[in-house]
């Protein structure tokens, strides 16, 4: 009796789940959220937020939340693998024993790829690992994006991020580049040359010949406009494309921003200036940028959370955002890492949903604007103003994520 007593009492203790922050945070505020929440499923709404709590060393100690998060619920992952694409790079670069400055020629050996030997938005005029990332977390450049995916390879692109333990990743083809399936498995004749013309690295063109796809076709609307321009009334099949589950993204943010909070086994193979690099441009405004320039952009392009797509922004000089967003197909993603210096206040979101109020795929009639983009201003706006008045017993120290932007 006393056996069963205790069975019951467990099972009742196990029922009681913790208090859900982030459903609570987004229930009470209906003028912002309750279109989305009265019918998460239709926007396919999925939600991570991370408090952070630093110990006396400064250490993280992280809680996380999550809202419908589940691994079983496609979403098409978009410019988001260029973050991961981006640090796999510089470990392999690190593993040559070669610098991301170093100069990257891309060749071609197969009608559909194209050959890279220069860079004119560089000062040298020569492409090199360093500037492509520079123009990824930037502007999230898809063919800065694509060379680093020949740079890694399909094949073992996929296999460092399982190795990892990043779980669910699918990374198939290059971006805003139509191919064959075949064509994606095939990646380009590489080398890389010092300043004085030696070769440092030879890569051959590589081949794929176990390819990727999920094990069931992964139907999503209910019409698909063809190549013509004429809808047809059938949904669009994604089981060949992309797949980066949320807590894989969500995992892999923390795992950058927050080295310490893991074990050494779990950290990137990066070095100090390499994080600093990184944390630098996935930072900085655009308009800050004088080498890639982009004049014609304005300062929070890809800062969704928060700042949504308002080109006008007031900018809060304590804050920066550490991220990386993504948006194709309707589906519009964003996953930053949020500091407030002056505040000492910090978090991180990972968030994705599906802007498509009609369901037709490739029409490029999304609802970015007036769906997504909202709602990544308002979620941002209401967990900082949740993490501002959040007690916490020791504040963080935020130096190390300080730059001079003007250098």
Known sequence: MRNLLFLLISMST??????????????AHPEKFKKLTDHPEKYRLQILYTQIDRDANNKPNLTTYSYRVD??????????????????????LNTLKIKKETTFQTFKNRPSQLEIKTDSTA??????????????????????????????GQRPFNESMAKKGFQGVRLTHRLQTPLPRLEN??????????????????????????????NNPILLGKGTMNDAGVVEDRPLDFSLKNAYPLQAQHLFLQRLMLPEAFPKKEQFKLSKEDYQFLYRY???????????????????????????????????????????VGDAYG??????????????????????LLCNEDEIFNDE??????????????????????????????????SHLRFDYTK
Do not use: W
């Open 14 to 27: 196990f029922a009681q789940k913790p208090t859900n922050i982030l459903e609570q945070l987004l229930l």
């Open 282 to 324: 996935m930072s900085m405004y655009p308009t800050e940028s004088k080498e890639p320039a982009y004049p014609e952009e304005f300062a929070t392009f890809c800062k969704f959370l928060y700042y949504g797509s308002e080109k006008n922004a007031v900018l809060n000089p304590s804050i920066r955002i550490f991220n990386k």
């Open 331 to 352: 589906f519009l993603l964003d996953n930053a890492y949020v500091v407030d210096f002056d505040k000492k206040v910090e978090f991180i979101v990972t968030a994705v």
């Open 365 to 398: 009639k999304y609802d970015y604007d007036s769906i997504g983009f909202p709602f990544y201003k308002n979620l941002g706006e209401v967990i900082y103003e949740y993490e501002l008045n959040r007690p916490k017993k020791h504040l963080p120290d935020l």
């Open 123 to 152: 000062a040298s005029g020569l492409p090199s690992i360093a500037h492509y990332i520079k123009k990824i977390l930037l502007v999230s450049d898809n063919e800065a994006y694509n060379r680093l995916y020949e740079f890694l």
């Open 71 to 92: 691994t079983n619920e496609y979403f098409y992952p978009a410019s988001t693998v260029k973050l991961a694409a981006s640090v796999l790079a510089l470990e392999k």
């Open 185 to 214: 498995q095939y990646t380009n004749p590489i080398q890389l040359i010092d300043a004085s013309g030696k070769l440092l690295y030879q890569q051959p063109e590589a081949f794929n010949d176990k390819p990727y796809a999920a």
